[in-house]
Structure formats: C-alpha cells, structure tokens
Nanobody, 124 residues
Framework: QVQLVESGGGSVQAGGSLRLSCTYT???????????LAWFRQTPGKEREGVSA?????RSSYADSVKGRFTISKDRHSVYLQMRNLKPEDTALYYC?????????????????WGQGAQVTVSS
C-alpha cells in the first residue's frame, strides 16, 4: 500500500507559477518494487484527467494541454509538479496518484492510491 500526502496548492494570477508536492510512503513489505507516480486534476462535472506521470525508469509523460509548462520530478520521498505560465483553465483540484507497475497512459481507473487533493486556482 502507498500513502500520499499533497501540499502546495493555492491561488495565483495567470502567468504565475506554483509547485505541488506529494510525499509518498510505500509499504516496505510490498512485493512491488516499481511504482508509477502521477498527477491528475478534476473540475466539477468533469472526469479526472491525467496531467503528468513518471514511470519507475524515469520516463515522463504530459497531457498536451500542459506540455512545455509543467514539469514532473521526484526525489526519494516526494513527487513534484512544477507549474509555470499558469492559465485560468488550469484551475482544478489536483491529485497525486500512484499504482504498481507502469503508468497505463494515465488512465485514472488504473491507479490504486490517491492523495486528498490540492486546490489550484488561477485568476485572469
């Protein structure tokens, strides 16, 4: 099992930057050694969409809408989402997520573990 705790949401004007952090703790007795770490976002009335994912081998992927503006990274205990040149349409509740193995093209239904969510609001 993996526990995820997010921080770093907030409000910013369009063009500004924010960094989301997510501390992850995996069960040391887990049979899995490779986990995907990802960020999703959701707005009211819409499905949760994948924003960025980081495979266990270091490969990253991004939704087209955030390419060139968002960067995913991690260290031993946390995964980060650096967001630059934010737009009002980036306003959403952002979730950190993880699942054993690969990232499944950021299909939300394939992810087993979720953080509590962090609100990001971008004003024009």
């Amino acid at each position: 099992q993996v526990q995820l705790v997010e921080s770093g949401g907030g409000s910013v004007q369009a063009g500004g930057s924010l960094r989301l952090s997510c501390t992850y703790t995996a069960n040391p007795n887990s049979r899995y050694t490779n986990y995907c770490l990802a960020w999703f976002r959701q707005t009211p009335g819409k499905e949760r969409e994948g924003v960025s994912a980081l495979e266990g081998d270091g490969r990253s992927s991004y939704a087209d809408s955030v390419k060139g503006r968002f960067t995913i990274s991690k260290d031993r205990h946390s995964v980060y989402l650096q967001m630059r040149n934010l737009k009002p349409e980036d306003t959403a509740l952002y979730y950190c997520a993880s699942t054993p193995g690969w990232c499944w093209n950021m299909q939300a239904a394939e992810f087993l573990y979720w953080g509590q969510g962090a609100q990001v609001t971008v004003s024009s």
